[in-house]
């Protein structure tokens, strides 16, 4: 994929969300007068900890807590890999040296300090293959109570249905990346992505 065309997707979805962002910020403000969220700091910190950060309210119901945990841990580990992947599209067609300190990056390029033969790439390649499966473990978990075990408290809807298969297409897509990159690299031909 060219450069050009990749930066043209990551526009129109960057704008895509930014509209979406907007409507629904609209949609926080609607209500009367906002309360007062000053107040308590360090309980409030602490509230954001718990049940932002520790999702503690996913827990109610254990086997959804954990596939949802899953999940949520699997996005914040692999917000990483799509910056990496970003900039892999931008630099492997990049026609001068990057950044002008003579080094042009491979397809291998993870920042300098996770490339993928660093052994810190290497630590955090390992940690992404393991929460890839962990995020697909989860999304299974959801789909098949979605479809198959139906419980009263999950309302069947197509756009649950897709999101969870957005994700699972998201992890095999990376998976398929990194399963390619392997194989020609192993074949000793270039990578061109």
């Given at each position: 994929m060219s450069a050009l065309l990749m930066l043209l997707i990551l526009v129109v979805g960057l704008?895509?969300?930014?509209?979406?962002?907007?409507?629904?910020?609209?949609?926080m403000f609607a209500a009367?007068?906002?309360?007062v969220r000053s107040d308590n700091p360090s309980r409030r910190v602490r509230q954001v900890l718990r049940y932002v950060f520790g999702q503690a309210?996913?827990?109610?119901?254990?086997?959804?807590?954990?596939?949802?945990?899953?999940?949520?841990?699997?996005?914040?580990?692999?917000a990483l890999r799509t910056i990496v992947l970003?900039?892999?599209g931008f630099t492997g067609y990049c026609p001068v040296d990057f950044?002008?300190?003579?080094?042009?990056?491979g397809p291998g390029f993870g920042f300098w300090i996770f490339d993928d033969d660093t052994?810190?790439?290497?630590?955090?390649l390992f940690i992404k293959d393991l929460v890839g499966v962990g995020v697909i473990v989860g999304v299974a978990y959801f789909l098949i109570m979605r479809l198959v075990v139906r419980p009263k408290r999950i309302e069947l809807s197509r756009e649950g249905v897709l999101i969870l298969l957005l994700i699972?297409?998201?992890?095999?897509?990376?998976?398929?990346?990194?399963?390619?990159?392997i194989i020609m690299t192993s074949a000793g031909g270039p990578v061109h992505f």
């Open positions: 704008g895509l969300f930014a509209r979406t962002a907007s409507h629904r910020w609209k949609l009367k007068a906002p309360a309210r996913m827990f109610r119901y254990r086997g959804a807590g954990i596939a949802h945990a899953l999940i949520f841990g699997g996005f914040v580990v692999l970003v900039a892999r950044y002008g300190v003579g080094y042009r990056p052994w810190l790439g290497a630590v955090y699972l297409a998201l992890m095999l897509a990376d998976m398929v990346y990194e399963a390619t990159a």
